[in-house]
């Protein structure tokens, strides 16, 4: 009997079942997705509660670091050595199918797994607050006056390692244009999105003469799409 081929996921933890054709593994689509997403969500459980909490997120090399008050009870229980995890979603567009069931959106995730450690190392944590900054504003952090001591001391830097990690990507039209629903009279696509709505984008099999759907027209009413 020949032997099966490892999976190319990190872990068994990280391995994607649900959909697995739309996983990822490879670093530099992972690396894409963490640094173009600004917010992250941080999941843990304290004392039986499960929580998420969303938070700025940067990656430098082969960690993601997450930054906050040193105050903030979900740093100190993170820095504690619980296990979490981080999640990065990225949506980039509505699919509209024929049939309600068929209906999607078209997104870039990650999940990373593992222990966050809080960072002591003053010239690490610089690193990391660097990379905060210049996420959000490229050339800010040369522009802008650097933390002092105090704020470094109030600061906590938690970062994560991306051993365990595997991203899901969706994109593209409805999954219904070699289905019998194909022959419904029902407009079908999907609805770009970046900061704003760009204009629909209708399935390449889609009938001559099908209007788009009333749904779409707040987003033209708002100034969303062209």
Known sequence: MPRRRPHPAPSSRTRV??????AVYDRPTIDGVLDAGLVAHLGFVHEGQPFVIPTLQARVDDHVYVHGS???RTLRQLGEGVP???TVTLLDGIVLARSVFEHSMNYRSVVVLGVASPIGDVEEKLVALEAFTEKLLPGRWAEARTPTR??????????MPLDEVSAKIRSGGPDDGDSPDAELDVWAGHLPLVVTALDPVPDVGLRPGTVVPPGLRPYRRAGLVG
């Open 150 to 159: 105090k704020e470094l001391k109030a600061t906590s830097v938690l970062r």
């Open 84 to 86: 979490a995890c981080l």
């Open 70 to 72: 040193a105050a903030s």
């Open 17 to 22: 079942r649900r959909v697995h054709e739309r």
